[in-house]
């Protein structure tokens, strides 16, 4: 999901938080990491640092999810802000989720995204 | 070499070029299973073999990855069919594979239909362009152009760590992530403002900033319909109003010399080129922001350092301001 680097949550394995800048910053000076820097951004491998996502849920406590790669896309996307569950969020509007439609599942543009609607994850869009 | 049409010609000359070798066409290759009792292998005809034309190109050679395209030209979008066909002859590989792992990708520059990702998630296959919640359309110069950064992307990645890829959907949000953020870039080009030079790619005011700051301004120069700033670490910034370039390219500073218009103080007194100079080189970049037109920089945390398109202008940030004046 095409989050923006300020809402991503990032932390080592022992808790303490990732300044993405930083680390983007000095995994740049090793070449064997950089697995894109082209005309639309740059992508690093940082699946052996131990980094996680957290992901909050609607209980107040958070999932951490390890990350592979960090990715910065050179140009800036329309940002939208989101309510779901009891997360509010930044979302690029391109952002794509996967909401409930009767019986089965539909994806759907963070743009397109109205209150009411519930993902497959069961947590319902407010705003 | 032969080719069946003209994508699969493209598509081979796009990985030969990223991947320098390793690359083959096989048209008419036949895949042979013992039982056909799978529904994944639905597409197999009985007896169980399956003819396909296949772009492979081999990744990495200890442990020996090979990745499997199928170049889909068609006139609609790719159907589940395509992408579920895809999905057998790759699982079949590597099942029957002795000790080489596939991957597997499905190009069609005419898109997919929202059926293709279940199949391509649950069994592992990239899809090239993404299927992003709306309908989109991709020129095929921009597919072939994201089927190039996928492979030089691949290529890196099985060096460092292939294993965390076996796993579904991981290689198919590989592919996804290094494709998805291709929506958009065609009308940022069009619409840009910051663009990272020499390689001309569009930029951001983010990506600008990280370049500049804390950098010491080495020179100041106007030239014809810009100015540029010289900053330590051979990297420049040329500010022309509509357009801010930066980066190392030292072109940038290139340009009929221009008589500059430079003013002083928060009431813009006129001045000369030189007393900013005087002023303003030797100083580290602390800030930045962009006014539209005109772009100003923070020096030192005490001045303002602004560029215009024929001059320049310095403010001192330091209170109070009649005692600072310049």
Redesign the interface.
């Known amino acids: 999901m095409a989050i923006p680097a300020e809402q991503i949550i990032l932390v080592y394995s022992d808790g303490q938080s990732v300044d993405i800048d930083t680390l983007v910053e000095e995994l740049r000076g090793e070449p064997k990491r950089i697995l894109a820097d082209d005309e639309v951004g740059l992508v690093l491998y940082v699946g052996d640092l131990g980094i996680y996502n957290l992901k909050p849920t609607d209980g107040g406590e958070f999932l951490a999810q390890p990350v592979t790669e960090i990715s910065r896309p050179r140009f800036s996307t329309r940002v939208l802000r989101k309510q779901i569950g009891a997360t509010v969020l930044s979302v690029t509007a391109d952002a794509v989720f996967v909401i409930r439609d009767g019986g089965t599942l539909k994806k759907v543009r963070a743009e397109k995204l109205e209150p009411g609607m519930v993902l497959a994850s069961g947590e319902k869009v407010y705003r | 070499m032969s080719f069946k049409n003209e994508l699969e010609r493209r598509c081979f000359e796009v990985a030969e070029r990223a991947l320098g070798g390793g690359v083959t066409i096989e048209h008419n290759k036949i895949i042979q299973i013992e039982s056909a009792l799978f529904p994944e292998v639905a597409s197999f005809k009985g007896p169980p073999t399956k003819e396909i034309d296949v772009l492979v190109a081999e990744l990495l050679d200890r442990p020996k990855v090979v990745l499997l395209v199928s170049c889909k030209m068609l006139s609609r979008r790719a159907e589940p069919a395509h992408v579920q066909e895809w999905c057998a002859v790759v699982q079949t590989m590597n099942k029957y594979s002795d000790g080489t792992l596939y991957f597997g990708i499905v190009l069609s520059p005419t898109g997919f239909t929202?059926g293709c990702?279940a199949w391509a998630t649950s069994h592992n296959v990239g899809i090239v362009p993404p299927?992003?919640?709306?309908r989109l359309a991709f020129g095929e110069e921009t597919v072939l152009r994201m089927f190039e950064?996928v492979l030089?992307?691949l290529r890196?990645?099985v060096?460092?760590?292939v294993d965390?890829l076996k796993a579904a959907p991981a290689f198919f949000e590989?592919v996804y992530?290094?494709v998805?953020?291709?929506?958009?870039?065609h009308e940022?080009?069009l619409d840009?403002r910051y663009f990272?030079v020499p390689?001309g790619?569009?930029?951001?005011?983010?990506?600008m900033y990280?370049a500049i700051v804390g950098r010491s301004v080495e020179g100041l120069f106007v030239v014809e319909g810009a100015t540029v700033m010289k900053l330590s670490g051979s990297t420049n910034l040329r500010f022309s109003e509509v357009r801010v370039d930066f980066g190392k390219d030292p072109q940038i500073a290139q340009g009929s010399p221009a008589m500059p218009q430079c003013r002083k103080n928060i009431d813009m007194e006129p001045c000369t080129l030189d007393f900013i100079k005087a002023i303003g080189v030797g100083k580290s970049i602390t800030s930045a922001g962009d006014f539209g037109h005109y772009v100003e920089v923070g020096l030192d945390h005490r001045f303002n350092l602004g560029l215009h398109q024929i001059g320049f202008h310095l403010i001192s940030t330091e209170n109070p301001m009649e005692e600072h004046r310049l």
Not at chain 2, 180 to 185: K, N, T, Y
Not at chain 2, 201 to 207: K, L
């Open positions: 929202s990702e299927l992003k919640g709306r950064r030089l992307a890196a990645r060096r460092l760590q965390d590989f992530r290094l998805a953020d291709f929506e958009g870039h940022a080009a840009g990272l390689e790619w569009v930029s951001s005011f983010g990506e990280s």
